[in-house]
T-cell receptor
Framework: GENVEQHPSTLSVQEGDSAVIKCTYS??????FPWYKQELGKRPQLIID?????GEKKDQRIAVTLNKTAKHFSLHITETQPEDSAVYFC??????FGKGTMLLVSP | DAGVIQSPRHEVTEMGQEVTLRCKPI?????LFWYRQTMMRGLELLIY????????DSGMPEDRFSAKMPNASFSTLKIQPSEPRDSAVYFC????????????FGQGTRLTVV
């Protein structure tokens, strides 16, 4: 079955810095890669997704890149703000999630 | 639509008791997923349904776990008998078009087995 590895498990940055979270997947047939944000005590919510026919996608301060050959994809958050503090999950489809990255943005 | 609705929000039960978690998906969504979230194992898929039919239950940890979807607007996840290691947050999610679409999560049920 599919396996998704996510790094780092925790990430601390200063407000205004950029943050990068990386994921790898094992099944070359996977074609949909969503990213979810989960605030403490809340449900995961989609922030951005990318399909295998696209290499990069941006939405304001967040972007996702996909390298199908290497089977890895990354989340980039620029100009981080304290409200970006949360746990971020990558996934390959809705079936397999990474273990999450706790992002802490300090003012 | 009110989104995916789960009940109860919190459940505390004694080891050996039966626990039933409930989920109402978003109307019109044909796919329903049950996940378990723990610190150690992250977010794990337990089972998912398409048009009320279970498609993949390979994530169900043991025979103590069972899930049903008697109609398009209701699903249950049952644990019988419950054990302390079942303590976790259980999420239900639904999508309109399959496993390559945004999953809309319910608020989760926090289960504590003592």
């Amino acid at each position: 079955g599919e396996n998704v590895e996510q790094h780092p498990s925790t990430l601390s940055v200063q407000e205004g810095d950029s943050a990068v979270i990386k994921c790898t997947y094992s099944d070359s047939a996977s074609n949909y890669f969503p990213w979810y944000k989960q605030e403490l005590g809340k449900r995961p919510q989609l922030i951005i997704d990318i399909r295998s026919n696209v290499g990069e996608k941006k939405d304001q301060r967040i972007a996702v890149t996909l390298n199908k050959t290497a089977k890895h994809f990354s989340l980039h958050i620029t100009e981080t703000q304290p409200e970006d503090s949360a746990v971020y999950f990558c996934a390959a489809s809705t079936l397999t999630f990474g273990k999450g990255t706790m992002l802490l943005v300090s003012p | 639509d009110a989104g995916v609705i789960q009940s109860p929000r919190h459940e505390v039960t004694e080891m050996g008791q039966e626990v039933t978690l409930r989920c109402k998906p978003i109307s019109g969504h044909d796919y329903l997923f049950w996940y378990r979230q723990t610190m150690m194992r992250g977010l794990e898929l337990l089972i998912y349904f398409n048009n009320n039919v279970p498609i993949d239950d390979s994530g169900m940890p043991e025979d103590r776990f069972s899930a049903k979807m008697p109609n398009a607007s209701f699903s249950t996840l049952k644990i019988q008998p419950s054990e302390p290691r079942d303590s976790a947050v259980y999420f239900c999610a639904s999508t309109p078009t399959g496993t390559s679409a945004e999953a809309f999560f319910g608020q989760g049920t926090r289960l504590t087995v003592v």
